[in-house]
């Protein structure tokens, strides 16, 4: 685990993002109090599971058919 303070902190952000991919941590400080803390954001998302839907949703069978209101609208 690395501490530094706010100063080198914003001089070296890329040089601490680095080493925060890398697997460690890095505390920042002001005037040698820990203020914050850099950690790796776990970005693994759950599997979608597909078909959850499967039987719930019906379709009309006319549903693409021109709607009797708009006959006017379509000539």
Do not use: C, W
């Not at 685990?1 to 040089?15: D, G, L, P, W, Y």
């Not at 991919?21 to 820990?34: C, D, H, T, Y």
């Not at 776990?42 to 039987?55: F, I, N, V, Y």
Request: hydrophobic share 35%; net charge positive; charged share 30%.
């Amino acid at each position: 685990m690395t501490q530094v303070n706010i100063h080198e902190a914003k001089t070296h952000f890329s040089k601490l993002i680095k080493q925060v991919l890398n697997g460690e941590e890095v505390i920042i400080a002001r005037s040698n109090k820990p203020v914050a803390k850099l950690v790796s954001i776990d970005s693994s998302r759950p599997q979608r599971e597909l078909g959850t839907a499967k039987g719930k949703i019906q379709i009309s069978p006319d549903f693409d058919e021109p709607l009797s209101d708009f006959e006017k609208y379509m000539q």
